[in-house]
């Protein structure tokens, strides 16, 4: 680049000394005779020698004045990078300072919204993630829900949520569908408020592709998901006030490995369908797992009621039946066996 910027201003000193023209123009030839210049400046001739010499000269004087150029440049350049340095480079501690939550970044790449313990978790087929610890003692605590609001009393803000599950995610195309809908992120206030006290809705059960009988529910769990899990022994035992159009099965939720372990097939208590409120209390001995594992004699890993209450995760109000089954349910008091009234 140097070289045709150089050779292109020794061509324009040419041109001062020679008539450059458009190429439709003629250009005036020196005479030459003797050896001996035959003219001047008054007649427009030039020596040869003398030309050839302006020519290299101009070539040359482009040419440093270009690479002077270039050096001051780079001399200058240098210089203010040089005294601009500290202003330039961070070090390494700065530099690993500026981590993804320093700029408010999340994993993901983007502003994380903000969020509160307290707002409800939106209604879902799984149980809402957080990695709190939420007991310190490692025991259950539950207060009575009267129904009167969304959270069940349980300790904690990251427990006592209401969500919903179903056969969906194994081919079955079985619902509920809330006397109102809930608010946002699955707040059951609408709900409560719609039914009077507690929550309330019908049931629609269809198998679709589903192998085994299609069945609904909706649970809340002790801490922050199925991950946790406490002994809840203390409490005795669980009380329900409820209605149903068909019977519910109160399964006591544990924690995902151990569901597993056992088959699925956690212990329960059936609350048998009726028309108009009714109130139980619960045994934790009273809950058992179904027949169909326990006759099983292939399987060898058991588990008791109280066995279960030890380790509770959630408690899980099941509707399952046969397909095509529907029905309204409500209910408006959970707490510690002997406290709903």
């Known amino acids: 680049m140097k070289k045709r910027l150089g ?5 324009l000193a040419v041109c001062t000394m020679v008539a450059c023209n458009d190429s439709s123009d003629s ?5 030459w005779g003797n050896g001996q210049q035959q003219g001047t400046a008054n007649n427009g001739q030039i020596n040869e020698d003398s030309l050839r010499q302006a020519m290299l ?14 050096v001051d440049l780079f001399s200058s350049a240098s210089n203010l990078l040089q005294s601009s340095s500290s202003g330039l480079v961070l070090s390494s501690s700065q530099i690993a300072g500026l981590s993804s939550s320093s700029l408010g970044l999340s994993s993901q790449g983007t502003v994380p ?15 809402p993630k957080s990695s709190a610890t939420v007991v310190d003692d490692g025991t259950i605590k539950l207060e009575l829900w009267d129904g009167s609001e969304a959270h069940v009393p349980v300790g904690n803000t990251k427990g006592g949520w209401w969500y919903t599950y179903d056969d969906n995610e194994s081919g079955g195309a079985s619902v509920i569908a809330w006397k109102a809908e809930p608010g946002d992120d ?3 206030t609408p709900v409560i408020e719609a039914c009077g006290g507690g929550i309330c809705g019908s049931f629609s059960l269809d198998q679709g592709a589903y192998e085994w009988d299609p069945f609904v529910g909706f649970a809340f769990g002790f801490g922050a998901n199925n991950a946790f899990s406490g ?5 005795g035992g669980i009380c329900v006030t409820y209605y149903s159009d068909q019977d519910i099965m109160l399964e006591l939720g544990l924690t995902g490995p151990t569901e597993k372990k056992i088959g699925y097939a956690n212990p329960f208590a059936t609350l048998a369908a009726s028309g108009s409120p009714t109130t139980v209390n619960l045994t934790w001995a009273s809950f058992k797992q179904p027949k169909w594992y326990t ?26 039946g046969a397909d095509g089954d529907s029905g309204d349910f409500g209910v408006s008091m959970v707490g510690p066996r002997g406290k709903c009234k």
């Open 7 to 11: 050779l292109g201003l020794g061509l």
């Open 295 to 320: 006759d099983d004699e292939t399987k060898t890993v058991f588990i008791t009621g109280a066995e279960a209450a030890e380790e509770l995760s959630s408690l899980k109000f099941k509707i399952t």
């Open 113 to 127: 919204p903000s969020s509160s313990s307290t707002v409800a978790p939106k209604s879902s087929t799984t149980v």
């Open 27 to 31: 250009v005036t030839t020196p005479s």
């Open 231 to 235: 002994d809840a022994s203390a409490l």
């Open 186 to 188: 699955g707040d059951m």
């Open 57 to 70: 000269d101009s070539i040359n004087n482009a040419l440093n004045q270009l690479s002077s150029a270039s």
